[in-house]
């Protein structure tokens, strides 16, 4: 995996921006580290220098934000899923897309990020 500390991506990675205060987050995050194939970029939303990211500061802490190598951006469960993508462990990550369950996954995502942004930020 490729980590910067800036706002910087590299070529032909993925990046996911995530929140480094976060226990749950940082704990994801190393965990990708360890399973990563090398195309995940890893940018720490408190590191980021200048506002180059896909999104406000505010809302990239509320959410995970992925952007694609082609600049495509996920937010949220999507973009929880396209990181696990950069692993070995990917495939078992895709059965939350899935049309049947992907509604109530999004649901669930969205429920515990708005508690976790709470809990840490307000």
Same mark, same amino acid.
């Given at each position: 995996m490729t980590q910067q500390a800036g706002g910087e991506r590299a070529t032909g990675c993925g990046t996911l921006y995530y929140d480094g205060q976060c226990p749950l987050c940082s704990a994801e995050v190393r965990r990708l580290q360890q399973l990563g194939n090398g195309s995940l970029? #890893? #940018?720490?939303?408190? =590191?980021l220098t200048d506002t180059g990211g896909p999104a406000?500061?505010?809302?990239? #802490?509320?959410?995970l934000h992925y952007v694609t190598p082609s600049g495509e951006v996920l937010v949220g469960l999507d973009a929880n899923v396209a990181a696990w993508q950069h692993t070995r462990l990917g495939i078992?990550? =895709?059965?939350l897309r899935w049309p049947f369950v992907r509604p109530v996954a999004v649901q669930l995502y969205a429920f515990w990020a708005k508690r976790r942004y709470r809990r840490l930020y307000e």
């Open positions: 970029s #890893l #940018l720490d939303i408190h =590191r406000e500061k505010t809302d990239l #802490l509320k959410n078992l990550w =895709r059965w």
